[in-house]
């Protein structure tokens, strides 16, 4: 019997696509998943359109795959978010014993969490109510490939010791190509500098041996997590302060203690990088990478590089950013969020 895994995908105002994520979730060969979508406390109609993507109203186009309309419609599952921190869910039989493919669990958040927040409601009801052996994160800005998820738990189960795994993720689209790498395993430099992150074979053309090989990590990218029950029951959920960003390096470095990471080159999927958040200069993004970094490293490094990354932010980082940010794309107001992320970490 496979490991029972529930998907988790966190949707806020992004039901385009979600929608995409779904349609190529809903063809994986894995045979014991749910599919849970949290929603975040959208604003616009994506709840709405949600429901008529499952219904079979809305079709999906993906350069990755053809429509089908073989699983429409399918039967969503709505519960509240009180229900779900509750674990109160009256039809969890009947969603259980429901088809792969033909059901989704839809958790409606009353605000927008975070991912942190917003993951954590549906982590902790996969574990708690639906009992699953594994949860999957997944970002709703993915197409998957239909062996990813089967590859993954292959992993996890290969050893008692692995607690969490990662896939090989490429760009949806660079410069036009769909065989660019965004990740294939890597080290998270988190421990003694300013954390950066070591990706093997990033923005490279695939060339189908070079990041072939499954291997340790010290963390893990929080596109697509795959994490054991044990895991989450050993070391909690995510710090719900990060809200977005870093919060998956947080929870790595906390399973690492006790667990192997695991890199599994045959999981793939593509992802449209940084669009969540607005893209890689947005005042969201700013903020949250420079916060969560500094937050970061006073939780988890010593005194001493704590004080070296906070001296780096305030010196030779502000002039990189000025640079960057005010000289190159004359955007000098993302300054504001910068010394505003940096600020909040020293208070909290």
Not at 313 to 321: A, C, D, F, P, W
Request: proline content about 1%; overall charge neutral.
């Amino acid at each position: 019997m496979n490991p029972q895994v529930s998907i988790i995908i966190l949707n806020w105002n992004g039901w385009e696509d979600t929608i995409e994520c779904l349609e190529s979730l809903y063809r994986i060969n894995y045979l014991n998943y749910n599919v849970v979508l949290i929603d975040n406390g959208s604003k616009d109609e994506s709840i709405e359109k949600i429901q008529e993507y499952c219904s079979g109203k809305i079709e999906v186009n993906s350069k990755f795959f053809k429509y089908s309309k073989d699983n429409k419609p399918i039967e969503v599952f709505e519960i509240s978010e009180k229900d779900a921190r509750n674990n109160e869910f009256s039809k969890k039989e009947i969603f259980l014993k429901s088809k792969n493919d033909k059901k989704l669990l839809l958790i409606k958040n009353e605000d927008n969490y975070g991912f942190a927040g917003g993951n954590n409601v549906g982590m902790k009801f996969a574990i708690e109510c639906l009992n699953s052996d594994y949860v999957l994160l997944l970002n709703n800005d993915t197409v998957v490939d239909e062996n990813f998820l089967t590859e993954m738990v292959k992993v996890g189960e290969s050893d008692e010791k692995i607690g969490v795994v990662g896939s090989k993720i490429y760009y949806y689209d660079y410069e036009g190509r769909d065989d660019v790498i965004w990740y294939a395993g890597g080290i998270d430099q988190f421990n003694k500098n300013f954390l950066i992150l070591n990706a093997y074979g990033k923005n490279k053309v695939d060339d189908n041996f070079r990041y072939n090989s499954q291997i340790n990590l010290k963390s893990v990218v929080g596109c697509s997590i795959l994490l054991k029950k044990s895991v989450l029951l050993d070391i909690g959920f995510f710090d719900e302060y990060y809200f977005l960003y870093h919060e998956e390096m947080d929870l790595c470095i906390r399973a690492k203690k006790n667990w192997m990471l695991i890199y599994s080159p045959k999981s793939i999927l593509w992802h449209k990088v940084a669009k969540s958040s607005g893209g890689v200069l947005s005042p969201v993004r700013i903020y949250y990478l420079t916060r969560n970094g500094l937050y970061f490293s006073k939780k988890h490094n010593s005194k001493m590089y704590y004080c070296i990354y906070l001296s780096y932010l305030l010196s030779l980082g502000l002039l990189i950013r000025i640079w960057q940010w005010v000289i190159i794309n004359k955007k000098p107001k993302l300054l504001k969020y910068y010394f505003k992320g940096i600020y909040d970490a020293l208070v909290v």
